[in-house]
């Protein structure tokens, strides 16, 4: 399966500059997405945010494997890819960068994450997180792995993206769209996702996507 998926980025506000914390990917024709938030020196959240989901898309344009199997050998290769690049500098403390991401099959969506970040499912008129609920800190290098994996039909919404996309006035946002048009475009819903974020610049980043 596939879907049609927009990702919108809110930059964040640090030390009186707009920077980007956050970033997404949409790959294998919309049937894998990632998004991705870097932790620790602003000056590195470009870079590592490049590192980790070039890793993450390398492995999963390759094609090979259920996909569960693409998903976590994907989620291995952005650590890979993030290590390698930290290799090379001299920090005393080292960023991170959280992850959260999908691999959609034939009926079957798989999702993991590893640090903070959120997916959920919108099907008719119900929303199942399928992330856990409790937000750790690190990513990819330090934190946990949690997997999920649920059932997905055609027309079913699916959201991704960092906590800060998921405020209180986003949240009723999307859901007050959702309520007023059930077919309404995933651009739609990610821009409203960011848009608190984004006015209090802070940083967030929100996937929305359709299942075709």
Known sequence: M???????????????????????????????????????WPR?????????LGGFATRIESR???PSERLDEALTAA???????LDSLVEGVLPDVAMAAFVLGEGTLHAARAGGGRIYVHRRSKTTRLTPRDEPGGGLLTAAIDHAETTIHS????LAGSSSAFSAQAVEQASD????DTSVPPSVLSNLLTDPAAQA????????????
């Open 177 to 180: 769209a959702v309520k007023s």
């Open 201 to 212: 610049a802070v940083g967030a980043v929100a996937l929305a996507a359709r299942v075709r």
């Open 44 to 52: 590195l959240f470009a870079p590592c945010l490049d590192a980790a």
């Open 2 to 40: 596939r879907a049609v998926a927009h990702v919108s980025v809110a930059r964040a506000e640090v030390r009186g500059r707009r920077l980007a914390r956050h970033s997404a990917c949409v790959l294998a024709g919309g049937s894998a997405c990632a998004v991705a938030s870097a932790r620790g």
């Open 155 to 158: 027309g079913d919404l699916i």
């Open 64 to 66: 090979k494997g259920t």
């Open 79 to 85: 650590r890979d890819a993030l290590a390698a690049y």
